[in-house]
C-alpha cells in the first residue's frame, strides 16, 4: 500500500475547492447535521485503465492509496476507482446503478474533456433535450450525461446552475 501523503494535489478546477472552505452555492449544511458524505467508490475492473479515464476528465493525476484503490479529491469527497479483485477482495466490479453528479465550471470543456477520454454518451430524452448533449434541463442545470468504460452513471453539471433543492 503506498501512503496518502499530504493529501491531496489540487484537482479539476470545477470539481474541487483548493481553499479548504466550502463553496458559495454549495448547499448549507443542516443545523445539527452529524454527516459528511467524504467518499464514493466507483467499482472498476481495471483500475489501469480507470486511473487514465478518471485523470483525464478530472484533470488530476489523483493519488494511488492500495492495489485495487485510486483516489481523486473532489472537493472535499474523495471519489475511489476501486477493483475489488485488485484489492484481494472476493469479487467483481459491477457498475453502481445510479448517477454520480459532479459540478464542473465549464460543462463545455468537461464534455470535451469526456469525448477525449473515450466516455460512452448516454442518450435518452430529457423533456425534449437529448441527455447526451450540453443543454440547460428543465430544472435549471446545464448538463451531460455519459457512462465510464466500466458502465458507471456519470452527469457533469455545469456549477453556477446547480439545482440544490433551494429556491
Known amino acids: 500500500m503506498k501512503p496518502l501523503l499530504a493529501f491531496f494535489l489540487p484537482v479539476l478546477a470545477g470539481c474541487a475547492s483548493t481553499s479548504g472552505e466550502p463553496e458559495a452555492d454549495s448547499p448549507p449544511e443542516s443545523p445539527g447535521a452529524s454527516a459528511h458524505l467524504f467518499r464514493i ?3 472498476v475492473s481495471d483500475l489501469e485503465q ?3 479515464f478518471y ?3 478530472l484533470e488530476s493525476p489523483g493519488i494511488p ?3 485495487g484503490r485510486h483516489y481523486f479529491d473532489c472537493g472535499g469527497t474523495i ?3 476501486y ?3 485488485g484489492d484481494g477482495d472476493g469479487y467483481d466490479a459491477e457498475p453502481l446503478p445510479e448517477w454520480i453528479y459532479l459540478a464542473v ?6 464534455y470535451e474533456r469526456c469525448r477525449a477520454a473515450g466516455a460512452a454518451f448516454e442518450r435518452f430524452d430529457i423533456n425534449g433535450t437529448p441527455s447526451d448533449e450540453v443543454a440547460r434541463r428543465p430544472w435549471g442545470e446545464v448538463s451531460f450525461y455519459v457512462r465510464d468504460p466500466f458502465g458507471n452513471r456519470l452527469c457533469f453539471v455545469e456549477r ?3 439545482f440544490t433543492g433551494r429556491y
Open 41 to 43: 467508490l466507483v467499482p
Open 50 to 52: 480507470a486511473v487514465g
Open 55 to 57: 485523470s483525464q476528465i
Open 65 to 67: 492509496v492500495s492495489d
Open 79 to 81: 471519489l475511489a476507482c
Open 83 to 85: 477493483d475489488p479483485r
Open 105 to 110: 465550471d465549464d460543462a463545455n470543456v468537461a
Open 160 to 162: 453556477e446552475t446547480m
